[in-house]
């Protein structure tokens, strides 16, 4: 198993940045990939960055140009640096990790809320 503890988020005002943070433990050597999903009030849970190990990444369309997804594997710690936000980027922020096993693993997540 793998255990997720997002970290990060807060009231930032439109245009402002914040960098959330996703700590991994557990069964590391099974994580093909760390994401970051998001879900508003009343919307479903969407995609918004999603890396690879092999480095590769996507990005939800609202999301690009203004969000970065990175990792750091010998901290096996998964970024999204989210910059020029959007009161419409309000949303509880998920970390996910894909295993090889096809295991899906998630965070308890943490709050975004970006308001003047």
């Known amino acids: 198993q793998v255990q997720l503890v997002e970290s990060g988020g807060g009231l930032v005002q439109p245009g402002g940045s914040l960098r959330l943070s996703c700590v991994a433990s557990?069964?590391?050597?099974?994580?093909?990939?760390m994401g970051w999903y998001r879900q508003a009030l009343g919307k479903q849970r969407e995609l918004v960055a999603m890396k690879g190990n092999s480095g590769s990444t996507y990005y939800a369309d609202s999301v690009k140009g203004r969000f970065t997804i990175s990792r750091d594997n010998a901290k096996n710690t998964a970024f999204l640096q989210m910059n020029s936000l959007k009161p419409e980027d309000t949303a509880a922020y998920y970390c996910?990790?894909?295993?090889?096993?096809?295991?899906?693993?998630w965070g308890q997540g943490t709050q975004v809320t970006v308001s003047s």
């Open positions: 996910k990790s894909n295993s090889y096993s096809g295991n899906d693993y």
């Open positions: 557990g069964s590391i050597s099974s994580i093909a990939a």
